[in-house]
């Protein structure tokens, strides 16, 4: 079964870290571009960080740029999100899906041709 499962989101006061995990399997995941999305309360998705399929090529967010780090281990078959210095306003659940590139649309990057999608995982940042 072809398969995205996140995990890492939890409670975490502003200012703080947290790392997020998406395990893939059922498919081959080295051969997939892959993005975080999050989607805020009562908003739509938000494309915040893309990585190419051999890691060299990143896309990331102004909103979050200098606070989030998107990588994988394609060994592992995992992508992962790096946040740190986390605000309210990251307060999301948060998605990976694997598609076949991506396009720029206002700074921010959409997954193209999205396969695969996990279930996500939630984020809140609070105090």
């Known amino acids: 079964e072809e398969q995205l499962v996140e995990s890492g989101g939890g409670l975490v006061q502003p200012g703080g870290s947290l790392r997020l995990s998406c395990a893939a399997s059922?498919?081959?995941?080295?051969?997939?571009?892959m993005t975080w999305v999050r989607q805020a309360p009562g908003k739509g998705r938000e494309g915040v960080v893309c990585?190419?399929?051999?890691?060299?090529?990143?896309n990331t967010a102004d909103a979050v740029k200098g606070r989030f780090t998107i990588s994988r281990d394609n060994a592992k078959n995992t992508v992962y999100l790096q946040m740190n210095n986390l605000k309210p306003d990251d307060t999301a659940v948060y998605f990976c899906?694997?598609?076949?590139?991506?396009?720029?649309?206002?700074?921010?990057?959409?997954?193209?041709?999205?396969?695969?999608w996990g279930q996500g995982t939630p984020v809140t940042v609070s105090l």
């Open positions: 899906a694997a598609g076949t590139g991506w396009k720029t649309v206002q700074g921010a990057c959409v997954i193209l041709d999205p396969d695969y």
């Open positions: 059922g498919f081959t995941f080295t051969t997939y571009a």
């Open positions: 990585i190419s399929s051999d890691g060299g090529t990143r």
